[in-house]
Every structure is written in structure tokens, then in C-alpha cells.
């Protein structure tokens, strides 16, 4: 199963990439802790700083308002880090 | 009088080239503020049903309110009224700038404009000796509008039209410094008079019932926007298209004339990408505001000017698949030097792309190619050729060519760049909005998919109630007259640094979405001022308002703007969405589109009109609306 992970601009810039894929994963906490592992020994504590101010999307759906952490995950699917909030 | 009222309508008549002063009106200030209240009161008393909007009959007003000309922040807007030549309903727009100040310098609430000139003319008012000068504007006539604005006096305040205006293009609007009354093409109308600009000014201080507590309470305030997350540092950085992003991420900024809600290039249209690659300033902001979100950018040719603001790249980026910053720049400072309403003008463009696309029309323009787009905007500004009939908005040219399946308009309004089908109150508020498609007569999306605690915008809940509270709201802030982002401090910087993913989170946007009735309670109550826009308004005229005025001002305004429209002929059959919004799907969970049908009736019943969309006797009543 292949899922799409997005990162918007801070933290495309602080991780050097905007997309890439991650396999095998079943929940968004799957691919919190994948992209930690991918992230976190190369670029310090980055992801831990910017995945306590991100909202996280599926499919452009707020895990807040699905299953959280726990939201389940199906081949295909979108996961996005982005900005809470912004004025516009 | 009351104060906060300079206490004078001044109404220019451009047939006869005469004008009168008369005082304001203290039983209207009361019911409707000012700014659009008070002017849709007028346009409604004033015309009979059915006039052509381009036609003499239809009066254009410029209206200021209270807060105007004071240094509260945001609050230097002023408000166009009139009937709309875009969509045949009532016509308005509001506009930054520096006009307003110029009004209430000049000791003017509301100019009210009727009739038609033969011929270009410019008016001139000095507030001071009360004198109104229309002077020949031969040799205006034909200019941008930043070069109009540069060759009058610099020592007054301008509100100007293009040549989209002059030309009459139904989605042209009025210019003011670099900001501009875009919507429902206000410009055409003053084009229509052949009235290319009013310079105004005077001495006049804003009388205050209590300024030493507004002064007081203003520093204070300006301290607390200076360090929110949004009016002090999103905006601030970014300015509003700091919010591409986020609308992106959400699937909601519209891509491919609304066919998709996410544009895999967006990050390159963002503001972030502009601070870094693009900015070169940030002096295009409207006077005495603190937040400054104007952003300045070079455009090859033209030198150091406005940036594109988010709807402008929504509808002219993301939406013509044209990931190109430089590009969308140079298109927003042509639509603003023509004088044109980039939403209108993007998705024009997006359904000539999409006519195209499909075989039904042949105007050189394709998604994903920005090449011919600059020569066909300026088609559009002087009607020359195919662009005469781009001219005439999504609506007219469905009718013409086809394709009403994927015309993005309500009421003839094109839509702005928050896609309805990931923000469900927001669709209500686009379908039910009395001017058409617009976000900013309610702005429920911040309370869904943008600001930083968002409910569910794909549920139900709210949804329904949430668009009427924001909808009275921003009519009470559209008669102050303030900017909608005064709005954005309501939610404090505690609640921006929660972690969005937490459980504390959950738990306030879970009830918050649950709170139906005791929200519009709440909201409802008349007790004493509490937020900043209602201590002004408090502090300044000496009147009361709190929440619940404002609510009820605000629905006062929304019936009379609804009853204006009943009586050109608009029905509950107009309340919709584009079919492509309602049968589409851009969601991977979603099977169709937008539920407006479980959601009209409730809305219509929470207003107090009845099953066809009109508002009962029993409600007119008790909001005081005469009609």
C-alpha cells in the first residue's frame, strides 16, 4: 500500500523535500513515525518541532475530525503536513 | 446628530452637473450604521423595481460609516452600493485604500451619484467651502487607473475607474491607492456615468463621544494585533496568500475551473514562496492599518507594485493551472490598472479554458499555459473582439456558448477560491449571499477550513447556522465600514498555539460544532460591548452595541438586501450552487457534491423565511425592515 506524504513550505524547506512515498503503512501514526524515522536522525529535531504546530490531512480531511492519530489509511490516499491557520 | 457622523449626504447629480447637501438621516444611522446599510436603504427607496443597471436610473453610492476616519485599525473602507449590472440583484463592494478617509475629512457620510453625464467628467469636492467641481476628463479618459490617480491632486483622496469601467465590463470595479471595490462590477456603473474620478477632501475631525477611552482602548488593542498570530504575523509576513497552502492541503483551492480542489504546484503560487522569492516591500497597505498585508512585488516593465493577493492567485493561479508567481503578479496589476475584479476575471478565464478544452470555443487560451492571457485580459478591459463577450462574466457567456454544467457563478457572481465542497457553511453562505458568489460577506471558511479551530466543514452540524451569524456579522462590519479581518482576532493567540492534533483541540471544535442553538443565542445577546469593533462603535457615536445589535443590525441589512433582490426578481431557485458544486465530487470519501439540499431549508427556516425563501411579515416586522 502507497501512500503520499506532503509537507508544505516551512517544513518542505526544513526537510528538504515537498512529497515522496512511504509503503506499508496503516494509519496516519504509520506514517507520523515513518517520516520521523526518515527525518529525525538527519535533521535533528525538526520533525518533532513542526509536528507539534502541523495539522494533519487525509485526502485534504483533518485527522481531528476523522480518527485522529488513528485514521486509517488506504492505498493512494494523500497524508498532508500543513499550517494550522492562516489569514486570508 | 450622533457622533462618528460627519452629518451630511452630498448627492451629485451628473445630467445636470448639480449638487446638493442634505443632512444624514440620524432614524436610518440608527437601524443600518452606515456604509452598505445605510446605502442599500437608499438605493432601495430611491429606484423603482426593474432599472437598468447601466442606465440612468441607477443611482451609485459611496458610503462611509463611524468608524471611519478614525485610527482604528482596518477601519479606513468605504462601501460602493448600487444595482448590480453583473447580476441584475443588489450591487456592493467594499474597498481599503484611502477614500474613506478623504470622505469624512470632507465631512461626507454617503456621495450619492445619479444620472449620467454626456460626456468624461472628474468631480472635485472640498469639504470645507462645500463645493463639487465636475470638471471635463477628456484627457483622462482611456488611462489605467494608477496613472489617473497620478495625475490629479495628490494632496486629496481618489476613487477612480479603468478602462474596464469606461467600457463598461460587468465585472470592472473602483479603484482607490492600489486597493479596489471589485465585486459586481461597481466600476461599470460609475463607467456608465462617464464619471472617471472623485477627488475629495477636507479638515474635519471625527467628533467622539468618548475619545479619551478610544484612544485608551485603541493602543491597547494595537499591542494585542501586533503580537496575534494572524494580524500580526501571518498576515503580516505573508499577507493573505500566506494561506495557499493551507486551502491546498485542504483541497479547496480551485484548480481547473473547480474541478479539483488541490494543485500539485500551489507551493510555488504560496506566500511563502512570495516572501522569499518575490517581496521587495510592504508599502500597499491601506492607511492607518497595523497589519499591513499588502505585499509589493516587481513586475518586469511596470517597476515596484501591489502583489497578488490570495483570490487573485486562486482564481488566476491555481485555477488556470499556471504555477507562475511572476506571471499572476503581472495579470493582478493589469486586472487592477484596467480596473477589473480578478475573481470575476480568473474565472472567466478558467471557463474560456475550459470552453476550449472541450471543443465548444476557440479563444488561444489552455490550462497550464499562461501564454495569450495578458493580451486577452486587455481584450477584455476595451472589448475588443472575443473579449467583449468575456466581458459580459461566466454567467452570460454560458448562455451564449454553453457549458452552464461548469459555469462557476451564483446569482452571476463567479465564486471566490475556497471550494464549497470542502467547506459546507461556506457553500450556504455562497448560495444564500444576496450579491452572489462572495466569501466575504460572511466568511465562514475561516471557521472551517482555514483559521486555526475548524469544525468539521463536511458534517451537517452548523452549517446551516453558522452562515447566518457571519453573514449579520459582516453586514455590520460592511456598515462600520471595517475590514473582515478585524474578525480574525476574535480567536486568541491561546487557542492558535494549541497543537492542532490534540485532544483539547478536538474537544473545543467538537463542541463548538455542537453548540447549534446556543451559539446563535449567545451571539444574540444584547448586553454590554465586549470586543474591539463593538467598543468602538460604543465608544465613538455613544449608542450601545454589543454582539446582539450587531446581529440584529446585521439581519436587518441581509432581509433589506434579500427583499431588494425578491423585488428585481430573484427567487429561492437562485439560492444554489453551480451544478458542478453539487455533482461532483473532489473528496476520495464523497460520492457527490455539496448538500445545499439538506442544508436550504434549515437556513431558511433559522432566518425566518418561508419554504420558497422569503422572508415572512412577522420577521420583516421585528427587524424594523420597511419595504
Known sequence: ?????????????????????????????????????????????????????????????????????????ADGDTVTFLKAAAGG | MIKGYAGRILEVDLASRTFAFRPLDEDIARLYIGGKGYATRLLYD????????????????????PLNGSVAPQSNRFAVV????????????????????????????????????????????????????????????????????????????????????????????????????????????????????????????????????FKEYTKWLRELFRDHPVLGS?????????IVNTTNARNIIPTHNFKYGHFKDAMSLSGEYMEEHELVGVKSSCIHCPVTCGRDVMVEGVGRVKGPEYETIGLMGSNLEIPDLKKVAEWSYLADD??????????????????????????????????????VIKDIAHRRGLGSDLAEGVKRMSEKYGGQEFAIHVKGLELSAYDPRGSFAQGVEYA??????????????????????????????????????????????????????????????????????????????????????????????????LLWFEKWLTYITGETFSSGHLQEIGARIFNLER?????????????????RILHESTFKHMSSGHPLDQLLPRYYQKRGWDADGVPTRRTLERLRVKV
Open chain 2, 338 to 375: 484596467l480596473g477589473m475584479d480578478t475573481i470575476s476575471l480568473g474565472s472567466v478565464l478558467a471557463f474560456t479554458m475550459e470552453l476550449q478544452e472541450r471543443g465548444m470555443l476557440y479563444a488561444g487560451l489552455h490550462f497550464g499555459d499562461a501564454a495569450g492571457v495578458s493580451d
Open chain 2, 432 to 529: 444564500t449571499t444576496n450579491r452572489g458568489g462572495c466569501h466575504i460577506q460572511g466568511a465562514s471558511m475561516y471557521l472551517e477550513s482555514t483559521g486555526p479551530l475548524t469544525i468539521n466543514p463536511q458534517n451537517l452540524k452548523l452549517k446551516a447556522e453558522l452562515p447566518i451569524v457571519q453573514q449579520n456579522l459582516a453586514c455590520a462590519i460592511n456598515s462600520m465600514v471595517l475590514c473582515m479581518f478585524t474578525t480574525y482576532g476574535i480567536i486568541p493567540k491561546a487557542v492558535h498555539n494549541l497543537n492542532p492534533n490534540s485532544i483539547v483541540h478536538r474537544l473545543l471544535t467538537t463542541a463548538f460544532e455542537n453548540s447549534g442553538p446556543l451559539f446563535r443565542t449567545v451571539m444574540s445577546i444584547k448586553g454590554r460591548p
Open chain 2, 82 to 213: 448600487c444595482k448590480s449590472p453583473l447580476t441584475g440583484g443588489i450591487g456592493n463592494a467594499a474597498c481599503g485604500g484611502s477614500f474613506a478617509y478623504g470622505m469624512k475629512r470632507g465631512g461626507i457620510d454617503i456621495l450619492i451619484l445619479t444620472h449620467q453625464s454626456p460626456k468624461p467628467v472628474r468631480l472635485d469636492i472640498d469639504g470645507d467651502r462645500g463645493t463639487v467641481a465636475c470638471i471635463d476628463a477628456d484627457d483622462l479618459w482611456g488611462k489605467g487607473t494608477y496613472a489617473t490617480q497620478a495625475a490629479l491632486d495628490a494632496k486629496k483622496y481618489h476613487a477612480v475607474i479603468g478602462p474596464a469601467g469606461e467600457n463598461l465590463v460587468r465585472y470592472a470595479g473602483i479603484v482607490s491607492d492600489e486597493r479596489i471595490a471589485g465585486r459586481t462590477g461597481v466600476g461599470a456603473v460609475m463607467g456608465s456615468k462617464r464619471l472617471k474620478a472623485i477627488s475629495v477632501n477636507g479638515s474635519r475631525k471625527l467628533d467622539m463621544d468618548d475619545p479619551e477611552k
Open chain 2, 234 to 242: 501571518s498576515l503580516k509576513r505573508f499577507g493573505t496568500a500566506g
Open chain 1, 1 to 73: 500500500m502507497s501512500i503520499t506524504v506532503e509537507v508544505t513550505y516551512d517544513m518542505s524547506k526544513a526537510l528538504g523535500v515537498r512529497s515522496f512515498a512511504v509503503d506499508g503503512v496503516r494509519t496516519v501514526q504509520d506514517v507520523v513515525r515513518m517520516t520521523r524515522d526518515r527525518f529525525g536522525p538527519e535533521r535533528g529535531d525538526a520533525f518533532e518541532t513542526l509536528t507539534r504546530v502541523a495539522a494533519v490531512s487525509v485526502n485534504g480531511v483533518l485527522i481531528n475530525h476523522r480518527d485522529g492519530l488513528r485514521t486509517a489509511l
Open chain 2, 563 to 579: 427583499m431588494y433582490n425578491l423585488r428585481e426578481g430573484f427567487t429561492g431557485k437562485d439560492d444554489t450552487l453551480p451544478p
Open chain 2, 46 to 65: 430611491m429606484t423603482r423595481p426593474r432599472i437598468d443597471p447601466l442606465g440612468p436610473d441607477n443611482p451609485l453610492l459611496f458610503a462611509t460609516g
